[in-house]
């Protein structure tokens, strides 16, 4: 891998961070995900397309491979984001419980007295 693949596998993450820290203002926000999931999205999408697109022969200087991977990633953040928040929405989702509230554990705390 020469420095040029690396300095693009780069350019792929800052344009996903930058799309991560522009989604919720454009509509791409919830209360059941976080604020870095649509930049995880971007960034893997982005880095899975830009790869799957270089294996398929495309080559970094033609003007496909990044119109294809530019184009891509907000819409992978866009229906990706929508997914997830639909399956949290239905309870669907793989997420590990939280900690119950001090509230819903009273009954389960022993009171030790001398």
């Known amino acids: 891998m020469d420095l040029i693949s690396l300095l693009n596998i780069l350019f792929i993450v800052i344009y996903g961070v930058i799309l991560g ?3 919720p203002y454009v509509g791409v926000t919830s209360e059941r995900y976080g604020s870095l999931v649509p930049t995880a999205l971007g960034i893997t999408s982005g880095s899975a397309m830009w790869i799957l697109f270089t294996w398929l022969g495309f080559h970094y200087d033609e003007v496909w491979i990044w119109l294809i991977v530019m184009l891509g990633m ?3 953040i866009w229906f990706g984001a929508k997914f997830i928040d639909k399956r949290r929405e239905a309870g669907r989702s793989l997420k ?3 900690k119950k509230k001090a509230s819903e554990t009273a009954d389960d705390i022993v ?3 001398s």
């Open 21 to 23: 820290l522009v989604a």
């Open 74 to 76: 907000p819409v992978a």
């Open 96 to 98: 590990p419980e939280g």
């Open 111 to 113: 009171i030790l007295g």
